[in-house]
């Protein structure tokens, strides 16, 4: 029996499970200051045995290119608090004993959507979350991919909808795909959250237009066989649908690995994607 842990920007979980990504019991709770967030989890796991591994499915950007002294290392984040505090010492210290294994949230969610969800069965696999923020977790081969940082999707540049003045609400590049189409940036720039949006609403053919550029460069640059877009903005009907309309006709018929109809598709795991990978990660590193 092993433990999971994944630390969203609005919620973490903890669970007990199997190697196998499957879960015996999770506890989801508010994502606060890191501090609180861990001791929650922490104590909840204790409180179940000590496991013999614990995987995790952190937000990033964090520090995984070796298991140093650094590895868990939260870098440069809008998430209050978090900036510099180490994953990796924390759990170290509270499970002396567990191995340790730490991932994206994003790459976990890829992770177990191949395994056991939209994606089964593939080896190459995109997976697209849009939420606080926008990341991809990115399988090749079989194998996640990191190289000096994990990837950050989130941050490319796209081009802009026609029209569109909208100077976007990253802190850190304005108008990069996040800080144009994550859950803040609909908020700022219609005035309600996503889920206020009716599904006629011009919003979702902006957000469409957005994500669906996205989805070309990941088809351009690392060819994935499936596109899985899952997080809480990803819920709007037909979303799916319409990103998948403007990347046929943005894509030109190019790439034949994304020629299947069923390309781009919501998560079949849904909302426990993250911390099922949390614990397939354990086995897979």
Not at 242 to 258: C, D, M, Q
Request: contains cysteine; glycine residues 16%.
């Amino acid at each position: 029996m092993i433990a999971g842990i994944e630390f969203g920007g609005t919620k973490t979980v903890a669970a007990m499970g199997h190697r196998n990504g499957g879960l015996i019991e999770e506890f989801r709770y508010p994502t606060t200051h890191p501090q609180g967030t861990l001791a929650v989890a922490i104590e909840w796991i204790r409180q179940r045995g000590i496991p013999e591994a614990l995987g995790v499915a952190a937000f990033g950007p964090i520090i995984l290119a070796d298991h140093g002294d650094d590895y868990g290392g939260m870098l440069a984040t809008p998430k209050p608090g978090w900036e510099g505090f180490s994953l990796s010492a924390s759990l170290r210290a509270a499970f002396p004993g567990s191995r340790l294994v730490i991932e994206t949230d994003v790459n976990a969610a890829a992770l177990a959507e191949s395994h056991s969800g939209a994606a089964r069965g593939l080896a190459d696999v995109a997976y697209i979350t849009i939420g606080t923020g926008i990341g991809a977790g990115i399988l090749s081969g079989g194998r996640l991919v990191h190289g000096a940082l994990h990837p950050e999707v989130g941050h490319f540049k796209v081009p802009v909808f026609p029209g569109d003045d909208f100077a976007g609400v990253c802190s850190f590049h304005g108008n990069c795909l996040e800080g144009l189409a994550s859950g803040p940036a609909i908020a700022a720039r219609w005035g309600v959250e996503a889920s206020a949006l009716p599904p006629g609403h011009k919003a979702w053919e902006v957000q469409a237009w957005y994500l669906a550029h996205g989805v070309l460069a990941l088809a351009a640059i690392v060819a994935p066989s499936r596109v899985v877009i899952g997080g809480g903005v990803s819920q709007a009907d037909g979303l799916h649908q319409r990103v998948e309309t403007i990347f046929r006709k943005l894509s030109g018929g190019y790439f034949p690995h994304a020629e299947g109809t069923d390309y781009i598709m919501p998560p079949a795991l849904g909302q426990q994607a993250g911390i099922c990978g949390a614990l397939l990660v354990v086995a897979a590193n």
